[in-house]
């Protein structure tokens, strides 16, 4: 995580959100008043995937017992009739 306070942040802020949109590594902003965080729109998205499958008992559990299946017991992903 880069860390920068908010004048530094100001004084280059595009290139600072190129690179986080580039490498999806966040930036902590410090100011007098607290921090913020900018991270990445696929960084952010890919949270909130988590904490909507964390926060469903039944996803979840889904989840955990396909990560125990040995990989050679999946179907290929060619294979599924999406």
Do not use: H
Request: some cysteine; glycine content about 2%; hydrophobic content about 35%.
């Amino acid at each position: 995580m880069t860390n920068i306070n908010i004048t530094n942040f100001r004084n280059d802020i595009y290139n600072l959100l190129e690179q986080t949109i580039k490498y999806n590594e966040p930036i902590n902003i410090s100011t007098k008043n607290g921090n913020a965080v900018i991270l990445s729109e696929e960084d952010y998205n890919n949270l909130i995937a988590t904490l909507e499958i964390s926060s469903n008992k039944k996803l979840k559990e889904d989840v955990i017992e396909g990560m125990k299946e040995k990989l050679e017991e999946c179907v290929d992903e060619n294979e599924v009739d999406w």
